[in-house]
C-alpha cells in the first residue's frame, strides 16, 4: 500500500505565509511526478505547482511567484512554501504523486487526504 500524508495546513492573515508537507510512504519502486492541488466547494480541483523527480517545476499563472514547491527524493516528500497569501488561495490542498510500487507495474496516481488552508482578509 502506498500513502501520501499532508501536513502544514491552517489559518492565516492575508499576506502571510505557510507552508505544506506532504510524505509518500509503504511500497514504492520510484517516485515520478509530486505536486499539489486544490479544491473549493462547487468548483473542480485545480493544479497549484507540479514537480518532476528532475525537478522541473510547473505552477498554476495564480500562485506564480508567490509559491514555491521543492521536494526531497531520497525521503520521497514534497513541499509548498505559500507566501503572500490571499483570500482567494482558501481551499483544501492536496498533494498527488505518481507511484511506481513495483519495476513490473504501471505508474498509478495517489492523493493525500486534504490539509484545509484559510485566509482571513
Known amino acids: 500500500q502506498v500513502q501520501l500524508v499532508e501536513s502544514g495546513g491552517g489559518l492565516v492573515q492575508a499576506g502571510g505565509s505557510l507552508r505544506l508537507s506532504c510524505a509518500a510512504s509503504?511500497?514504492?519502486?520510484?517516485?515520478?511526478?509530486m505536486g499539489w492541488y486544490r479544491q473549493t466547494p462547487g468548483k473542480q480541483r485545480e493544479l497549484v505547482a507540479t514537480?518532476?523527480?528532475?525537478?522541473?517545476?510547473n505552477y498554476a499563472d495564480s500562485v506564480k511567484g508567490r509559491f514555491t514547491i521543492s521536494r526531497d527524493n531520497a525521503k520521497n516528500t514534497v513541499e509548498l512554501q505559500m507566501t503572500s497569501l490571499r483570500p482567494e488561495d482558501t481551499a483544501v490542498y492536496y498533494c498527488?504523486?505518481?507511484?511506481?510500487?513495483?519495476?513490473?507495474?504501471?505508474?498509478?496516481?495517489?492523493w493525500g487526504q486534504g490539509t484545509q488552508v484559510t485566509v482571513s482578509s
Open positions: 509503504g511500497s514504492i519502486f520510484r517516485v515520478n511526478a
Open positions: 498527488n504523486a505518481a507511484i511506481q510500487r513495483r519495476a513490473y507495474l504501471t505508474i498509478q496516481n495517489y
Open positions: 514537480i518532476t523527480s528532475g525537478e522541473s517545476i
